[in-house]
């Protein structure tokens, strides 16, 4: 094994000198008040536009498929902001609407050709629709949402935020979350293929492993369905990494790795008519549609439908999955007002779903199975119900004041039967007891807030002010099965099946009720080439815990979150960012075993270092940062009781590389690089040993070619390391590193009209046999076997 340990000093002089020379640049590269020259060729408007807005040093935002199939006449010469983007957008029917400092809206013009951009625009608050502009090559977009303080470009924004398009969503065949953010180097999975829940790291930390969806909707928790996340209503999937409570408010199971976030799909400027076949081996086939329109005066009004079905046999051994969805979003887009309403179903039924494996006490980890082995038995099986509800509006008083707020949340039933397989010997024999379980979980969520700009003393403010509320039922029954049966991992057996009664109830286990204040000013200099955020979130966190001993199973308690980010364009495509964050989660519950078993401890308090580069050059983005993370966490102390008395570090540096290399090619590839330890631990055996599940290194490279010879045909590939991890903090037993690879292609033609793009996505092309991950709770994943994937798309 080789041992690879990050040094933060030796990183530390580069970063430091880099920071130092830039600033020396800051005034000799304030950017110039009047006209401005322009060298953008003609072609694709996405691509353009976003050319103009880094060398303007403004901030464009549209949905993207009013860009879509749009060609810019380029822009040559010297021209005002205003003057240029109405050149660039000539011929186009759309036009760029002012929307606050250095913030344009790209939108359509009914009925007329463009003569001079509109400025009629108030304090920021883009229409619901309207997103950050793709980046070159369409595969990231050029900004996401940063929480409360709204959408941002990746250059303005002083964290580290991924936004993959739904160009990318569907290029790569992602149809769900985990399936898109397993291409993010800083994110890896933490749960199988072929299970009913979808669980991840980000930046070595757990999140989604619980009873708790940790994943937002819209910027907003506990409405996004609690096990898996579908990307069929998702018209951008955002990674924000690093803890997040001041900008998104405590997550529902207190991760603070990063958040994912999934923004809906909202009805575009033009009618779209989209359908869509799928198949995916070994006999799972499936179909979506999608169908929006826009009505009413100036086209306020819009509506958006999504619906999928798949059914069928999977890759895994005696597995079929049936998984189904709807999704309606409705929006109005009024001169002060704006308002959507987002209505969502979703289930999904697996007959022998598959199962993380437990590693008996002493056993060696075997050699990894094929990945199409599965020792769940045909007569288990899980069904997954999810029903959610999210209304948003925003209203300007002002040019300079706007008031917003959300509303919603979510309801997911659970049924299943199933065990945990644990692993007995180094040969794969495996041992498992199912039960049957009943989980019912209810989410209700609701904010609101305001933004306001204003100058005190040639200091542009941006002040954002929010109080939310969020509530959470927890309800759970089980049945445990009074026998057991025996089967191995590589040569499964069926077995009869065993009787588990379905619970006769499902009594209260816990309700939660989180509570917060948070405020957030961004004040800029130098013509928003210094832009400094400060805030502070203080969440109060109320927690009954029905399955605790008596004196133990109430709890109230409350903490403050800072956040301080820094972010200087010293130049032209460079930022340079910095921030001090911290992050809440909720105290964990004490294990069974402790003598204060069922107690939840007070909230945890995680802090965040992180500084780094940002460039941008028009079509080839890349981000780097270096970052330190801590975070306590609990353990069995002399007494048997559980406490907060531990402490992992996790030290890292990210690397990304975006956007396009040449006409015909792009690339979007990254690496981390981890150095993590327990810092704090009561056995000393364990103290400064690496936590479970944390690779050294992580990298994914995904490579786009256009070959001149065939048009209208791309080639795709894809490749996904990970590093060794360790299964225990006892650093004893190590899962192997390992390496995949995805090839890929598309095909766009014309069938009497109709635009058609036909997909193929072979993953796993190797058809590698690997453990994939290992969860905090020390249970392995076995990676997924090659799998080939066809879906044919036409817009009618």
Do not use: C
């Not at 799909?265 to 549609?289: H, I």
């Not at 397989?421 to 039960?435: E, K, L």
């Not at 402490?647 to 150095?675: A, P």
């Not at 766009?748 to 993953?763: D, E, M």
């Amino acid at each position: 094994m080789i041992s690879m340990t990050l040094s933060f000093r030796a990183l530390g002089r580069p970063l430091a000198g880099l920071l130092i020379s830039a600033l020396f640049a800051l005034s000799a590269a304030a950017a110039p008040a009047g006209e401005q020259a322009f060298d953008i060729p003609a072609g694709p408007l996405a691509p353009a536009l976003h050319r103009f807005a880094e060398r303007a040093g403004i901030t464009l935002q549209a949905d993207s498929d009013s860009l879509a199939d749009k060609s810019s006449p380029g822009l040559h010469g010297q021209y005002r902001v205003a003057d240029g983007l109405n050149q660039l957008l000539a011929g186009t029917g759309l036009a760029g609407t002012v929307a606050g400092p250095d913030l344009y809206v790209i939108q359509p013009i009914s009925g007329q050709q463009l003569e001079r951009v509109e400025v009629t625009g108030g304090i920021g608050a883009s229409p619901a629709m309207a997103l950050p502009v793709p980046y070159g090559g369409g595969q990231l977009a050029s900004g996401g949402q940063v929480g409360m303080l709204g959408n941002k470009d990746y250059m303005d924004a002083p964290v580290n935020i991924t936004s993959y398009t739904r160009e990318t969503i569907d290029n790569l065949q992602a149809r769900t979350v985990a399936e898109m953010v397993r291409n993010d180097p800083s994110v890896r999975g933490a749960s199988g293929a072929g299970g009913m829940l979808d669980s991840f790291f980000i930046r070595g930390f757990a999140m989604n492993e619980g009873n708790s969806g940790e994943v937002s909707y819209n910027g907003v928790y506990g409405v996004a369905p609690n096990y898996r996340v579908l990307t069929g209503y998702a018209e951008r999937v955002e990674v924000l990494k690093g803890p997040s409570t001041l900008l998104n408010g405590l997550s529902p199971n207190g991760s603070v790795g990063g958040t994912i976030n999934v923004v809906s799909k909202r009805a575009p400027a033009n009618d779209l008519n989209r359908v869509e076949a799928q198949y995916t081996q070994d006999q799972q086939f499936g179909g979506s549609v999608d169908l929006s329109r826009r009505a009413g005066e100036d086209d306020r009004w819009g509506l958006r439908f999504n619906a999928g079905y798949t059914d069928g046999d999977t890759r895994l051994d005696h597995q079929q999955r049936t998984s189904r969805y709807s999704a309606l979003a409705l929006d109005y887009q009024g001169e002060r007002l704006r308002a959507s309403l987002d209505l969502l179903a979703q289930r999904e039924d697996y007959d022998a779903p598959s199962r993380e494996l437990m590693l008996a006490s002493g056993v060696p980890l075997p050699s990894a199975p094929d990945g199409r082995r599965n020792v769940t038995q045909k007569w288990e099986w899980s069904r997954v119900d999810d029903r959610s509800l999210l209304f948003s509006t925003e209203y300007d008083l002002s040019e300079h004041l706007m008031v917003f707020a959300n509303l919603g949340g979510g309801d997911s039933e659970v049924d299943r039967l199933f065990g945990y397989p644990t692993i007995q010997n180094a040969q794969g024999d495996t041992r498992d007891s199912p039960s049957y379980m009943l989980f019912r979980n209810q989410r209700r969520t609701a904010d609101a807030g305001l933004r306001a700009l204003f100058d005190t003393a040639g200091v542009e403010h941006e002040v954002s002010v929010q109080v939310s509320g969020y509530r959470e039922k927890y309800r759970r029954g089980a049945v445990y099965a009074s026998s057991s049966y025996d089967s191995n991992i590589y040569d499964p057996v069926s077995r009869p099946e065993l009787n588990v009664a379905r619970p006769a109830h499902i009594p209260r286990m816990s309700e939660s009720k989180l509570k917060g204040l948070a405020l957030a000013d961004t004040l800029s200099f130098l013509d928003r080439r210094l832009q400094v955020t400060l805030g502070a979130r203080r969440q109060d966190i109320e927690t009954d815990n029905f399955n605790a001993a008596p004196g133990s199973d109430h709890y109230d308690e409350g903490d403050t979150a800072l956040f301080a980010g820094l972010m200087v364009s010293p130049w032209s495509g460079v930022s340079l960012y910095g921030n001090y964050t911290e992050g809440l989660s909720r105290g964990e519950i004490a294990p069974a075993a402790a003598a204060n078993a069922g107690q939840a401890l007070e909230p945890y308090v995680a802090k965040q270092y992180e500084a780094g580069v940002k460039l941008d050059r028009g079509a080839l983005g890349a981000t780097l940062d270096v970052f330190q993370i801590t975070k306590p966490f609990g353990e069995l102390n002399g007494a048997g009781v559980y406490r907060a008395g531990g402490e992992q570090r996790n030290r890292g540096l990210e690397v990304m590389v975006f956007g396009e290399l040449g006409q015909r090619l792009r690339l979007m590839t990254g690496m981390m690089v981890m150095d993590a330890e327990l810092t704090r631990a009561r056995d000393p055996s364990v103290k400064g040993n690496k936590p479970v599940g944390v690779p050294d290194f992580q990298a994914n490279a995904t490579a786009e070619w256009d070959p001149a010879a065939v048009p209208n045909l791309t080639l795709l590939v894809s490749a996904n390391h990970t590093g060794e991890q360790y299964l225990s903090n006892s650093n004893q037993q190590q899962l192997p590193s390992w390496t995949t690879w995805d090839l890929g292609a598309r095909y766009q033609s014309r069938l009497a009209g109709t635009p058609v793009t036909w997909r193929l996505t072979v993953q796993n092309v190797g058809d590698k046999a690997y453990w994939a991950s290992v969860n905090s709770w020390s249970m392995l994943t076995v990676g997924a076997p090659r799998t080939a994937v066809l879906s044919v798309t036409a817009d009618f």
